[in-house]
């Protein structure tokens, strides 16, 4: 008995990864980990974040183990589909390479939030975590310079204002992975319409709509003071060009954004 359920524990644990959830942090990323965690279709990884493709030690030598990835998850045999949120593979230079090297079929989901509150509000959370003591200005103004310490790699703390720049991480996802398999959505869409967001998503996922769910607000850290005008009006003309590129390329309207209304 106990070899026969040693077997079966294999073979669930070798089930291929289908979906991702990529991005961006601070974006909503929890929040949607925990509703599709009960979706009864869907294996989601034991913990939020497994950080596998981001590891780069594991991909030295031989290459990795996937049955270390695949350890994270234990599905089950309702189960179709197996995904996990790990947001900053959105950000991670060789995470998209590294995913479709494991399965070019993977499906992600990214969630875009307002780079300008998304920085604010990255800053927000290390600083809780007693990760960066210096003001959000000062952070800002030597973003560049304290995160040449990470080098050649991303820095996975200063990124404030570095992880804002979207275009640039779609392009690297869209290199490996065509648009078909890549879901975008506003992180306020999510926030704002959960059960049209997550029908939306259910449809990409090719599993049954998920049914109404309760608002979840996962990871939400509060604010002991709002951004500054002095640093929202420098993240607008740092962001406008950005912003103003993701409207064409993904047809959105961004105007509240660059208002400061989300």
């Not at 939400?220 to 002095?230: I, K, N, Q, T, V």
Request: hydrophobic share 35%; net charge negative; charged share 30%.
């Amino acid at each position: 008995m106990g070899k026969r359920v040693e077997l079966v524990s294999s073979r669930r644990n070798s089930r291929t990864v289908g979906f991702v959830i990529g991005g961006t942090q601070k974006g909503g990323t929890s929040a949607l980990a925990a509703y599709l965690n009960e979706h009864p279709q869907i294996c989601m990884a034991r913990r939020k974040e497994v950080h596998f493709f981001d590891n780069d030690k594991l991909f030295h030598g031989n290459g990795p183990d996937y049955s270390e990835y695949h350890s994270a998850f234990y599905p089950e045999d309702s189960h179709e589909l197996i995904g996990e949120a790990t947001p900053i593979y959105m950000y991670w230079h060789d995470a998209p390479k590294r995913i479709w090297e494991y399965n070019s079929n993977m499906k992600w989901i990214l969630l875009l939030r307002n780079p300008i509150e998304r920085a604010y509000s990255h800053w927000n959370m290390e600083r809780s975590r007693n990760a960066d003591t210096m003001p959000f200005w000062h952070a800002i103004q030597n973003e560049s310079e304290r995160c040449r310490e990470a080098l050649p790699y991303q820095h996975r703390v200063y990124s404030y204002v570095d992880r804002g720049f979207y275009l640039e991480q779609l392009r690297r996802i869209w290199r490996y992975f065509p648009t078909t398999q890549v879901a975008i959505l506003k992180s306020e869409y999510l926030r704002s319409k959960p059960n049209e967001a997550l029908r939306h998503l259910c449809d990409f996922l090719e599993v049954e709509h998920l049914g109404d769910v309760e608002d979840k607000s996962v990871h939400s850290l509060p604010y002991e003071d709002d951004m500054s005008d002095r640093e929202r009006h420098y993240l607008r003309l740092v962001f406008e060009h950005e912003i103003r590129g993701l409207e064409r390329v993904l047809g959105w309207d961004c105007n509240a954004w660059l208002a400061g209304r989300v």
